[in-house]
């Protein structure tokens, strides 16, 4: 058959939004999509290990290549598999469109959805949007695996320590952790980091090793090594679910990082399903690997894409997630994001969940021709609330993340002058090898998961003894001046959890597998580096105030008054800042090694924040003239009369 063919897509297309196990008021029904299979069998099993089936059932043939059986009873907590036979051939799979599993995942299991809600689940809500969308991104067992953090011991590395709300450094009850600390450091969104069921942990023995999870095997379950018990396929859906109403209800909306672009492995439920049909293959015959990781699913064919969406929303309505972050999202096709997007919009409000992602891929890709693909290119002609992270404006501040002693702006790096500028706007209308039409299309950043941290590059750049664990108050400036100019930019403000307080990972580019003792969260490293918190902590409360900065119109650049750099390595800016108390801002970002000295226009100007404090903006004393000092940043505001 030719899966790129209309008549394929016309013939099978199947949306009826009931594929995999779904119980009814006295059975069970089955459907599993496989349109080129010629016999497909249900095997049912008491466990989710390596028991022998309790019962082997033939599935009968409909329309559009739907296979269907209906048990006469309800069948929660058994586990089941499907053999499958296509061109002679029977493999063993569990169902891809399951939505609980056993231990690592192998089988699937029938479960009784509403049973997993915890109490208070129905009336579960999000926390209303702030001025500003301040987006924090958390791995699940960094977070809370350090024993400073003062977690419950069998909680560390689990889902249940999101639920623990006031959690203090070794228990001392005097300095904040978890959920405590991010509630004072005032970020809105948590991104977690995957949390569906991936291939690279034994749920087994999940202290053996360690990995970000981008490697999806489950796509419609959550991980089970993050639960108390890995073994039982109901229990890690409560818990995650758990996870997001505590978060709710501290304050805190919630993103999920999805991988719709690979799977972990080319043997998985989907190839099994329908052999050849989920993944992009060259002329030749050979695997696409776009995404350097072996396989690149084809979202461009009709129900490939349908299982993209229908994924998504799931994860929406019955996780209640509030946002969606797209790995290498250059690999998905712009109609496809389109989709998702109206049907977020038409089901929950216009933006009212976050979409964006990663507008590249790790290489080429053999889509089907025609097929555009979501990545930077034509951005400005695309919905404007799917947002991409913003590169250019990564690299401009602290450096090339390709080259270690790539320097950037804040960091000795010169002719970095303009992109500051364009940055300024969040690229809008932007410039060579960046261009948006709204801030809302754009996550402003400077570090994230990937590469090495702000911390890390900075010591690169500027500490020849590279002490990742001390820091200078070279480096110190200079993460300060970094979190002062990309805070002070137009766009969706993303950050690394632990940016704020110099993580480090010992100037290792990539940890995805490295020891969870290098990828920890360090609660102690974040009241050591307290003044650097409270610095970032002063901006982002700073940031909800000025209008100026958080506009996501398409007519935000028109803020921007003036721009220009008057002298190498310093950039100063005049902001139109009307809806707030401050008409007019002024921003100098001096990354030279001299003072800068700025009388701005019309009278009394209030230093809401400088390289010292970001909390001037409390202080009402005013003054005309105002010198930045080497490697800082000024913020000034104009009070309204």
Known sequence: ????????????????????????????????????????????????????????????????????????????????????????????????????CGCNGSRSMVVDLPATDPEGWQQDKAPARQAEDIIYEVHVREFSWDESGGFPQAYRGKYKAFTCADTTLHGDGRHPTGLGYLRRLGVNYIQLMPVYDYGSVDEAAPDASFNWGYDPVNYNVPEGSYSLDPADGARRIRELKELVQSLHRQGFRVIMDVVYNHTYHRDSWLERTVPGYYYRHRPDGSWSEGSGCGNDLASERSMCGQYILDSVLYWAGEYHMDGFRFDLMGLLDTSLMQRIRDALDARYGRGEKLVFGEPWAAGPTACKRGTRLAGKRDLPARDAEIGVFCDALRDAVKGSVQHSQSAGFVNGGRGKEQKILHSLTAWCPGGRGFRAAAPSQVITYVSCHDDCTLWDKLVATLDPCLRYDEGTPRVLRANRLAAAVYMTCQGRLFLLSGEEFGRTKQGRRDTHDAPIELNRLDWQRAWAHRDLVDYYRGLMALRKQLPALCDKSAGAARRLLRAESPAPRIVTALLDNTGCRWGRLYLVYNASGRAYSCTPDGGDWQCLADGESSFGWQRPATARTFTAAPGTALILGKPCP
């Open 1 to 100: 058959m030719d899966f790129n063919s209309n008549q394929f897509a016309r013939r099978f297309h199947y949306d009826g939004g009931d594929l995999g196990a779904r119980l009814t008021d006295t059975g069970t029904q089955f459907r599993l999509w496989a349109p080129t299979a010629r016999r497909v069998q249900l095997r049912l099993y008491p466990d989710g290990g390596t028991s022998a089936p309790l019962d082997c059932v033939e599935l009968q043939p409909g329309p559009r290549g739907v296979w269907y059986y209906a048990a006469p009873r309800r069948l929660t907590g058994i586990y089941y598999d499907f053999a499958v036979t296509v061109d002679g051939v029977t493999r063993a799979t569990a169902d891809p469109y399951a939505r609980a």
